[in-house]
């Protein structure tokens, strides 16, 4: 109309809007879709398709068991680091004895949540999604649906199920390896022992912290299936396309597990 | 012809005025047709006519623009989910790529429907199961993977999968297309037998003429969208739109008679689309 300018800005308006409406159209098909696994897990048997615990099982094995050695090894570096910089940090002000707080504090509540989350959606976020999308551009979901197999029922709800389950087994064992590999640096250190050390840290981690640590997975373990899901779901375009898609939950689920943390502490923390 | 004898009383398929776009280009117009109960109804048309999105419409994949599809008396635009689901065990779709379970082994995938929707013991689900690979001659391949199939066993194991449930209406995208002479007569055959013995309504669609004059009851000829002729074998045959004939003997279309459009085309000049991807 009048000159480039305003036509770019229209352009830009126009493209602007479209990525609003389709991350609104997103998070709305998110939510339908948690809506659907929860009514197949209700009223799935009496509705004469229940969910079965077979793939439930092969999924919990896939993520959980496949996930251990992976874990173990982070958790107790990220462990060993946290309590190496907590040290170095606390002397400078002479409090070096209160380290067990901080590392304990850390793993429990944020570290050990936050890197099986991130773990696992690399894993088997991205496998979910591979899965799916190879499925789609094979006509696989279209098969079980004219078979009258709801795709929920049969792959997207024993995945969320296994998630759920495996991602706090997960986090709880992170917490274990974390503390102990802490242990391991902070006890000479400070000169005690690990077994005074495990009696500082059973008497400083509370219930509550624990909880904090576990509920958070919770979330995560929903956050990294739909969003698997979803962009799975969502392929166009072949080979190229189920790569594009893979890699694109990897990062979507990565940014919701942090940003999601975020909020969720600020809710419940303070 | 005997074969034709049984009195048809209902109709399995019915579709009235169906329309489609994808965006704003339709591409079906006005679409009716009926499938009648126990007949083997072949869908033909040239490559891009719409004839794959037809079939998505008839198995509830796609909903249309306006129109109606009816089978086996429900209209798919008036079905709970819940009802659809009911309504899917009655029928059988063998897919033109196959679509089988990539994951599981082929006795698997055929078990499937049968595990989901019937409450029936491993034993009979087996014996089930190996009955209809023995249909489509593929006894014993049941432990192998799809990726370990040919292309042909492929299409005869989702033939397999499709009529486990021994449904009351089967849908067959290019049953035989891509597959040597001697198979493809044989799922000729097969879907011939199924029709005769089960009294199953069948909808194929194919490019294949020689199949198609081979198994059809009535044929239905779509051409850029619209239904070109739905008539009797021997009436096709016998018609003399030149277009029918064009994709009886084939023919290529007539010569582009309007140099400047096509030249205008090669330009790219995109107000000059082609008939079937007229913008509306
Ligand atoms: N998902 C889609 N989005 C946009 N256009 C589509 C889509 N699917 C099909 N079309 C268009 O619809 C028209 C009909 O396609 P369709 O696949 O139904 O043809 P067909 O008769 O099955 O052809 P063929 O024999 O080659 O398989 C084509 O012009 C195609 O470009
Ligand atoms: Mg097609």
Redesign the pocket.
């Given at each position: 109309m009048n000159g480039g300018g305003g036509k770019n800005l229209r352009d830009f308006l126009d493209r602007l809007g479209r990525w609003a409406a389709a991350g609104v159209a997103e998070f709305g098909f998110a939510a339908a879709l948690v809506g659907e696994c929860l009514f197949w897990l209700a009223m799935g048997r009496k509705r004469r398709q229940p969910v079965r615990l077979a793939p439930v099982m092969a999924q919990a094995m896939e993520i959980g068991i496949g996930a251990l050695p992976i874990v173990t090894v982070l958790s107790g570096t990220i462990g060993i680091m946290l309590a190496i910089q907590g040290i170095y940090s606390l002397k400078l002000f002479g409090a070096e004895s209160r380290v067990t707080l901080g590392v304990a504090m850390s793993t429990v509540r944020e570290f050990a949540p936050l890197i099986t989350g991130i773990l696992v959606a690399g894993r088997s976020g991205s496998a979910l999604a591979a899965r799916l999308g190879t499925m789609r551009i094979n006509q696989e979901i279209d098969a079980l649906t004219v078979m009258g197999v709801s795709p929920v029922r049969f792959l997207v709800v024993p995945a969320l199920v296994a998630m759920m389950v495996m991602l706090p087994c997960l986090t709880l064992w992170a917490d274990l390896v974390g503390l102990f590999a802490a242990g391991l640096y902070i006890a000479p250190q400070l000169g005690s022992t690990m077994g005074a050390y495990a009696d500082e840290v059973t008497s400083l981690v509370q219930m509550n912290d624990m909880l904090h640590g576990l509920a958070k997975s919770g979330i995560f373990a929903v956050l990294i299936t739909i969003v698997g899901v979803i962009n799975g779901a969502s392929v166009t375009g072949g080979a190229e396309g189920v790569g594009r898609m893979t890699t694109r939950s990897v990062v979507h689920a990565i940014s919701a597990i942090v940003i999601t943390d975020m909020i969720f502490v600020f809710m419940v923390t303070r | 012809m005997t074969r034709r004898s049984p009195k048809f009383i209902t109709n399995s398929v019915e579709v009235v005025n169906l329309n489609t776009h994808?965006?704003d280009?339709q591409?079906l117009h006005d679409v009716s047709l009926e499938v009648r109960k126990g007949e083997i109804m072949v869908i033909m048309?040239?490559?891009?006519?719409?004839?794959?999105?037809?079939?998505?419409h008839l198995l509830g994949l796609l909903s249309p623009s306006s129109g109606t599809v009816r089978i086996l008396d429900h209209d798919l635009g008036k079905l709970s989910p819940m009802e659809r689901q009911l309504l899917r065990t009655r029928t059988g779709v063998a897919f033109?790529s196959g679509a089988l379970f990539s994951s599981m082994s082929i006795g698997d995938n055929i078990a499937l429907p049968l595990r989901e929707h019937t409450g029936l013991d491993p034993t009979t689900i087996g014996i089930m199961t190996r009955l209809k690979l023995e249909v489509v001659s593929l006894a014993g391949f049941e432990d192998l993977k799809p990726a370990e199939l040919s292309g042909g066993m492929i299409k005869r194991a989702a033939l397999a999968r499709a009529i486990v449930m021994d449904p009351e209406l089967l849908f067959c995208d290019?049953p035989s297309a891509g597959l040597d002479p001697v198979v493809a007569a044989s799922i000729d055959d097969l879907i011939l037998r199924l029709r005769d013995a089960m009294g199953m309504s069948i909808v194929v669609?194919t490019?294949d003429l020689d199949s198609t004059f081979k198994i059809a009851d009535r044929i239905c000829v779509?051409d850029k969208?619209r239904v070109l002729a739905l008539d009797t074998v021997e009436a096709i045959r016998a018609s003399t739109d030149i277009r029918i004939q064009n994709l009886l003997n084939r023919r290529t279309e007539e010569a582009e008679p309007d140099p400047d459009a096509y030249l205008r085309r090669l330009l790219g000049d995109s107000s000059n689309q082609p008939d079937?991807?007229r913008r509306t």
């Open positions: - | 994808f965006g280009r591409i048309g040239g490559s891009g006519s719409g004839k794959t999105t037809l079939l998505n033109q290019e669609v490019h779509l969208g079937g991807i």
